[in-house]
């Protein structure tokens, strides 16, 4: 029993580290990305080519001076920020990284992650709310409105994947994927997925809620230091769970071509490199989607879309597998 | 849980109070259901809960849904005013 | 194992909502019944039922108070007036409701075994698992139920779209 507790808490503790490293670095990659697909460098002063930009980025954020306007509401102002990272950071505990090293299996794993993400809706609204600002509920109305309608998508689009490995445990869904990915069973499902998971994340072209040129900053506006990169941290880390679930329902997770023998946390970072590399490349070239044109794609086109997705692999798991 | 929800009902005038003291009685009898499940072994239970969350949804919608409606033309939400039916 | 967690949690839930039947302003009822909700979330799963634990937080804590909290901040709640939001008959409230819950414990503090009852057997950590079995009954037994609970939905939908319209007069 003890010895099981102090593996899972080391587990723990190592993919949180990693994670914060890894997010951290994440928006230096962004804007170095970013960068050179606008024809000029990213960061280059500090550091070698701008690599401790992040560490001096944090240490900004931390020292800024905290302020809570004097009107809000303190108490729930200070917990936003905890109920949109919290639900961030669980969703990785039941992703699988490699075949072996994940931190817990549970039968219901990717329904989890998508309860857990449902809750970062939360997070926003009490922001947009507790600042006691226009322009702070405003944003945080679209953003928490945009956030609910793509999640029945990003739902709709994992049921066809999960009809077809027979299991909503990820490390099931990822050993059916051994000879061929799901990606090439069920294209239509790949997309809406993937355009959920950029509307989820509230990423280019779904960033109304916190574009800068829209509503100041929408429903961050009244956020300043620690508390605003908490906002940030949990913007990215999600990105990278949302990329995990989509490469392991889709991608085939940690399992490899046989012909190169890498270990399977290996394929994994490489997959993820290419997934994190496709959202950034979207972020630097598509413009935004206005509020209503983006509701509007998403439940005429995407729904109908999930759903006959849903339909046709349950006609033809029924009829052929 | 349950008698604290019912106590809620009772106790509290603003509207939307009730109405979540109400779902946490509904929590509280699927709380029921799937320790009974456990006990005896039977799916009934839970399958019973998930259609009592169900249910639960469809009446928080309606329920909220008069509420605003209520509120669009009055602004009020102590029960005690909407009295337009008394004699 | 289990035991300390459900203690922990049976009186998480018992404080949240005690509080949160008593709160003055609205959001925090509001928060604290989402708390509540996790605490009953983490009870389910101690019971055997992963599934509807991870459907509550889906649909109560992800769901339905999302909508109690749009519905708070559209309807303009003050939420910093104290004026008199107890009922004058407070006082027996609480009454009934000691009185309640001594008869609810009564009859619950029985427990004699139920003879003979014919239903669908699954025990906590059997092999086909929660999720599996829950289907499977779902989808066979329960059928009936579960086609008219969604036509019910449709209908709450329905009408909670045409109840809370802005009707346009022109």
């Known amino acids: 029993m003890i010895p099981e507790l102090i593996a899972a808490f080391l587990k723990i503790a190592l993919v949180l580290g990693v994670i914060s490293l890894v997010v951290a670095y994440l928006t230096y990659l962004e804007r170095k990305i970013i960068g050179h697909i606008q024809m000029r460098m990213g960061p280059m002063r500090v550091g070698w080519h701008g690599l401790l930009q992040p560490i001096a980025d944090g240490l900004k954020l931390f020292l800024k001076e905290d302020i809570i306007p004097a009107k809000a509401d303190k108490i729930v102002f200070v917990i936003a920020p905890i109920m ?67 999640e029945i998508f990003l739902g709709f689009s994992l049921v066809g994947p999960i009809m077809l490995a027979g299991s909503l445990d990820f490390q099931n869904i990822v050993e059916a994927q051994a000879d061929v990915w799901f990606v090439f069973y069920q294209p239509v499902a790949f997309i809406v997925f993937f355009i959920a998971a950029l509307a989820e994340t509230n990423r280019i072209p779904f960033d109304l809620p916190e574009a800068e040129t829209e509503l100041v900053a929408g429903f961050h506006t009244e956020y300043s230091g620690m508390k605003f990169a908490f906002f940030f941290l949990a913007e990215y880390a999600s990105i990278m769970a949302i990329s995990t679930v989509g490469i392991s329902v889709f991608f085939g997770g940690w399992g490899g071509i046989d012909a190169i023998p890498l270990p399977g946390i290996v394929w994994y970072l490489l997959k993820m490199a290419v997934l994190i590399f496709v959202f950034i490349w979207i972020r630097a070239t598509l413009p935004r989607y206005r509020y209503d044109q983006l509701m509007r794609v998403g439940w005429k086109f995407m729904f109908p879309l999930a759903i006959l997705n849903i339909f046709v692999t349950g006609l033809l798991k029924l009829l052929f597998i | 849980m349950f008698v604290i929800g019912a106590a809620g009902v009772l106790m509290r005038r603003n509207a939307i109070i009730i109405l979540m003291s109400i779902e946490l009685m509904l929590n509280a009898v699927n709380v029921t259901f799937v320790a009974f499940s456990r006990q005896w072994g039977d799916m009934a239970g839970q399958v019973f809960a998930i259609f009592v969350i169900t249910v639960a949804a469809a009446e928080a919608a309606v329920g909220l849904a008069i509420l605003i409606s209520l509120n669009r033309d009055k602004s009020v939400l102590n029960v005690d005013e909407v009295n337009l039916l008394k004699w | 194992m289990e035991l300390p967690f459900f203690y922990l949690f049976s009186t998480g839930i018992i404080v949240a909502s005690i509080l949160m039947v008593t709160r003055a302003n609205v959001i925090h009822a509001a928060l604290l019944l989402v708390l509540t909700f996790f605490l009953l979330s983490g009870v389910y799963v101690l019971a055997g039922a992963e599934f509807l634990a991870v459907v509550q937080i889906l649909l109560y804590a992800g769901g339905i108070m999302v909508l109690y909290l749009f519905s708070i901040m559209l309807m303009n709640v003050d939420v910093s007036v104290r004026l008199r939001q107890y009922h004058r008959q407070t006082f027996f409230v609480v009454i009934i409701a000691v009185a309640l819950a001594v008869e609810v414990w009564l009859v619950l503090a029985r427990g004699e075994a139920y003879p003979d009852y014919k239903g669908f057997a699954w025990f906590v950590g059997a092999t086909p698992g929660n999720v599996e079995a829950l289907g499977s009954v779902l989808y066979t037994k329960y059928l009936f139920p579960f086609e008219v609970a969604s036509i019910l939905l449709l209908a709450a939908m329905i009408g909670a779209i045409v109840l809370a319209k802005r009707t346009i007069d022109r």
Request: aromatic letters at 16%.
């Open chain 1, 84 to 150: 949109v990272l919290v639900p961030a950071f669980v969703v990785y505990s039941v992703l699988p990284f490699d075949k072996n090293f994940y931190i817990t299996r549970v039968n219901v794993g990717l329904f989890l992650v998508l309860a857990v993400s449902s809750l970062g809706v939360f997070g926003i609204v009490m922001a947009g709310w507790a600042s006691n600002s226009k322009y702070s509920l405003l944003g945080a109305f679209r953003s928490a409105a945009q956030m609910l309608s793509y």
